[in-house]
Nanobody, 124 residues
Framework: QVQLVESGGGLVQAGGSLRLSCACS????????MGWFRQAPGKDREFVAG????????WYRDSVKGRFTISRDNAENTVYLQMNSLKPEDTAVYYC?????????????????WGQGTQVTVSS
């Protein structure tokens, strides 16, 4: 049984930083291309960042480029999302997701496994 568990969310002021972690159990995380998504109240879930199996290719939504960095430590079975220069519009529940077969995807339906999410709130 694959489980993805996010941590690291919280309340931060605009301009601040947070680092989210996603720990994988039940299967080695190197089996998955990984992504981070977010969902704000009343809005659809949206793609944030992705990383391929080996960690040498990443992709981001335009609004977070230059501020967010996705990385992975396959030995620790963990993926990270470093978020800098946070803005109030980054406020959302953040989810990590794993895709067995696809790398480079921005679409949620291409991901097979999902965590429960962690809340990020950025105050102005």
């Amino acid at each position: 049984q694959v489980q993805l568990v996010e941590s690291g969310g919280g309340l931060v002021q605009a301009g601040g930083s947070l680092r989210l972690s996603c720990a994988c159990s039940g299967r080695t995380i190197s089996s998955f291309a990984m992504g981070w998504f977010r969902q704000a109240p009343g809005k659809d879930r949206e793609f944030v960042a992705g990383i391929n199996w080996g960690g040498d290719t990443t992709w981001y939504r335009d609004s977070v480029k230059g501020r967010f960095t996705i990385s992975r430590d396959n030995a620790e079975n963990t993926v990270y999302l470093q978020m800098n220069s946070l803005k109030p519009e980054d406020t959302a529940v953040y989810y990590c997701a794993g895709s067995i077969n696809y790398s480079g995807s921005y679409a949620s339906h291409m991901y097979d496994y999902w965590g429960q999410g962690t809340q990020v709130t950025v105050s102005s």
